[in-house]
C-alpha cells in the first residue's frame, strides 16, 4: 500500500498544453509538499500545504497553481507549459509542519515539454 | 536562511573501499534537523536518517554511519566497504523553522559511483 503516490509517473507533453499531476498520501498526515528536482538533480521545494492551507510558497511562475480539496490531497498544476518545466517533481508529505517525524516523498513524475 | 552544502560532485571508488560524503550545514535555528537520502539510479528518494541539532550522538546501520559534529556544522556520511548497490546520488538536507514553516533544504547531491 503506497505511502505517497503520484500519478503520472511519466509525463509528456508539448509547449502551451496544460497538465495536472496528482499526489496522494495515506498516512494521516498534515502537511504536503511539492518538490522539483532539475536536470542537474537540485531538488527545491515549491509549494507547502498545511491542512489544506498554503503556508510556503516558493518563487515560481504563476503558470503553476497546486490545488488541495483535502489534507490527504496535493495536486499540481501547470498552465503553458515549456520546455523550462521539464523535470522531475516529487510529492511528499510530513506530520504537521515540523519535521520531527520525517517526510516521505512519492517516487516522482518525470515531467518532459517537447 | 538555510543551506547545505555539499562540497564533492562525484566520487568514485573501488569496491569495498570506505567512503565518506560530506555534508556542510548553514542555520541561525537552535532547532533543526539534518537527513540523509539516496536517490538510486531508478529516481525515487530513499530515507536513510534523520538527526536532531540537541542530539550529536553518531550513528552506524550496518555499512553506514553518520557522524554529526555541531561544532563544524557537518554531518558526515560514511559508507564502510562499499557495494556496487551503493552507487546512487546522496542528499544531505537540513529542515529548520525558519520563516515559521518546516521545509527541506537539500544540497545539490553527491554522486558515488562504486566500480566492481
Known amino acids: 500500500d503506497t505511502a505517497v503516490s503520484q500519478t503520472p509517473k511519466y509525463l509528456v507533453t508539448q509547449m502551451g498544453n496544460d497538465k495536472s499531476i496528482k499526489c496522494e498520501q495515506n498516512?494521516?498526515?498534515?502537511?504536503m509538499y511539492w518538490y522539483k528536482q532539475d536536470s542537474k538533480k537540485f531538488l527545491k521545494i515549491m509549494f507547502s500545504y498545511n491542512n489544506k492551507e498554503l503556508i510556503i510558497n516558493e518563487t515560481v511562475p504563476n503558470r503553476f497553481s497546486p490545488k488541495s480539496p483535502d489534507k490527504a490531497h496535493l495536486n499540481l498544476h501547470i498552465n503553458s507549459l515549456e520546455l523550462g518545466d521539464s523535470a522531475v517533481y516529487f510529492c511528499?508529505?510530513?506530520?504537521?509542519?515540523?519535521?520531527?517525524?520525517?517526510?516521505?516523498f512519492g517516487s516522482g513524475t518525470r515531467l518532459t515539454v517537447v | 536562511a538555510q543551506k547545505v552544502t555539499q562540497a564533492q560532485t562525484e566520487i568514485s571508488v573501488v569496491e569495498k573501499e570506505d567512503v565518506t560524503l560530506d555534508c556542510v550545514y548553514e542555520?541561525?535555528?537552535?532547532?533543526?534537523?539534518l537527513f540523509w537520502y539516496k536517490q538510486p539510479p531508478s529516481g525515487e528518494l530513499v530515507f536513510l536518517i534523520r538527526?536532531?541539532?540537541?542530539?550529536?550522538q553518531n550513528e552506524i546501520s550496518g555499512r553506514y554511519s553518520w557522524n554529526f559534529q555541531k561544532s563544524t556544522s557537518s554531518f558526515n556520511f560514511t559508507i564502510t566497504a562499499s557495494q556496487v548497490v551503493d552507487s546512487a546520488v546522496y542528499f544531505c538536507?537540513?529542515?529548520?523553522?525558519?520563516?515559521?514553516?518546516?521545509?527541506?533544504?537539500f544540497g545539490k547531491g553527491t554522486k558515488l559511483s562504486v566500480i566492481p
Open positions: 498516512l494521516g498526515h498534515d502537511t
Open positions: 542555520t541561525r535555528d537552535t532547532t533543526y534537523y
Open positions: 538527526r536532531n541539532s540537541f542530539d550529536e
Open positions: 511528499a508529505s510530513s506530520q504537521d509542519s515540523d519535521s520531527y517525524y520525517g517526510y516521505t
Open positions: 538536507a537540513l529542515s529548520a523553522s525558519g520563516a515559521g514553516s518546516y521545509q527541506l533544504t
